[in-house]
């Protein structure tokens, strides 16, 4: 079985380069996402192909649609056999909804996560699109929404973990990226945090891209991160 928390993007833009990847990886010992990027130039065929060979995929398309549309793209998600699968909680309580009722007519149903606020946008941005209040109050509400919606948990930066933790509970699922090893490159993330912080903050998932991604040897890099993160 797997239990590993570690999530890897596989930021990728061609099937070559993903599979060479992945071929250096044991499916027990990660979980790999699959974005935009890599989806839209390789293909839900590249998803079963995964799933074929043993990993637990993250299909991170983060949908936002109407809610007829979103249901039937979170069921075909499904049909791909996807471990995890996302929705913009911003699409509201009717298509998140939606897209969880369609999931649980599948035996094997995908985990269904919310993406709140992207960490991209500033305030002054979410003013601008209508969002009002701080970007913290705006994730709290968008988390809140999506758990009384029925989702299984959300993205979130690992600087909300704690707070998400408290007003979530200890059963929604936080998944959060910018996590950074000590000593490794920052790149183009702002706020990070290291994988051993992160989990103690309340994290249940960890998704790592480049420092695993672009290690010398991936498989080394995932196991002293794995190494470094308390099992709790
Ligand atoms: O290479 P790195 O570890 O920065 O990759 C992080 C991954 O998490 C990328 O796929 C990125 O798109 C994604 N992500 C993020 N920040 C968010 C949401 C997703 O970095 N707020």
Redesign the pocket.
Known sequence: MNNSKIII?L?FNDMGTALSFVLQLDPQKCRI?I?KELFTSAGPKMVERFVGMGFDVFL?LKFHDIPNTVARACSAAAELGVWMVNVHATGGRNMMAAAREAIDQYEKKPLLIGVTV???LSATELHEIGIQGTPEEAVDRLARLAQSSGLDGV?C?PLETAILRESCGSDFLLVT???RPAGSQQ???TRIMTPEDAIRNGSDFL?????I?QADDPAAALESISQSIPSR
């Open positions: 993007a930021d996402k974005g991170d992207l960490t991209s993205v930066s990226p910018g996590v790149n183009d993330q998704v790592i891209g480049r420092p991604t």
